[in-house]
């Protein structure tokens, strides 16, 4: 009952006022301070430059083409092989989502949401799977290319190797 009465008193009473007046006037300016003052940016793991994707692009390239001109430099009578391919995508991102679905007499209703993790200011989609860029042709020069026997086990092993057909893939003699 004290609280109720100091409270019922304080218009009255200059000096708790004045008090309570300074109190709210601080926590004013504390708002505003820290309104003011720069926050640290941070990047969002979904974000990222142009550059970093058709780096990561590129890398996967240059390692494909490397270890396919390992290999086929391997097959029996191709000799000297260089290889060149190109991709038709960037790497993909697959977020991981959680759903439900719901049917009524004539209507179905689905809702899908990115499943987030982290706390805060900190969430970011959850990542299940990354596609590696679409490898969507070769160029194949080999010093092996006289034989018709290299000429088809070249082609065979590209497709298989790449997973595209042999009418994107096209084998070349090696200059020498």
């Given amino acids: 009952m ?47 430059t142009t550059t970093e994707k ?4 590129e890398d996967y390239r240059i390692e494909t083409e490397k270890r396919l001109e390992n290999f ?10 260089k290889v060149y391919l190109t991709v038709g995508s960037d790497e993909r991102y697959i977020y991981a989502t959680e759903g439900r679905r719901s049917k009524s007499e004539n209507k179905t209703e689905e809702e899908r949401k990115y499943v987030m993790i982290g706390g805060g200011s900190d969430k970011s989609a959850l990542i ?6 679409a490898i969507t042709g070769a160029v194949i020069a080999c010093s092996g290319f006289d034989s018709p026997t290299v000429q088809e086990q070249i082609y065979r092993a590209v497709s298989a190797a790449l997973g595209i057909p042999t009418g994107k893939i096209y084998v070349t003699k090696l200059k020498r």
């Avoid at 058709?54 to 692009?57: D, F, L, R, T």
């Avoid at 097959?75 to 092989?81: L, Y």
């Avoid at 299940?128 to 860029?133: D, H, S, Y």
């Fill in 128 to 133: 299940e799977t990354v596609e590696t860029p």
């Fill in 54 to 57: 058709i780096s990561s692009a």
């Fill in 72 to 81: 086929l430099s391997s097959i029996d009578g191709a000799g000297n092989v």
């Fill in 2 to 48: 004290e609280i109720t009465k100091k409270l019922k008193n304080m218009p009255k009473d200059k000096r708790m006022m004045t008090v309570v007046v300074i109190l709210g006037i601080t926590g004013l300016v504390l708002i505003m301070i820290s309104s003011l003052v720069p926050k640290e940016e941070k990047t969002d793991e979904l974000e990222y």
